[in-house]
């Protein structure tokens, strides 16, 4: 198994359970963070399948079809 430094993991879980679905004032609140800023910031990535969803149509945007 390669070196995985404890601080690796946290931030491997963090993005996860954002991933998954966890909102992120609990993924917070499990990670001992006051600010979920914080958390959004130095924890979580955007991934492939959250940018084709962020690449809407504007007639998907406005209400029309998906």
């Known amino acids: 198994m390669p070196?995985?430094?404890?601080?690796?993991l946290r931030h491997t879980a963090a993005s996860l359970l954002v991933?998954?679905?966890?909102?992120?004032?609990?993924?917070?609140?499990?990670?001992?963070?006051?600010?979920?800023?914080?958390?959004l910031r130095v924890?979580?990535?955007v991934y492939e399948e959250q940018r084709r969803e962020a690449a809407l149509s504007l007639d998907q945007l406005l209400g029309g079809h998906k």
């Not at 070196?3 to 690796?8: C, N, P, Q, S, Y």
């Open 3 to 8: 070196d995985v430094r404890l601080h690796d």
């Open 19 to 39: 991933r998954h679905g966890v909102p992120i004032k609990a993924v917070a609140e499990r990670l001992g963070h006051r600010d979920a800023s914080l958390t």
């Open 43 to 45: 924890y979580t990535h």
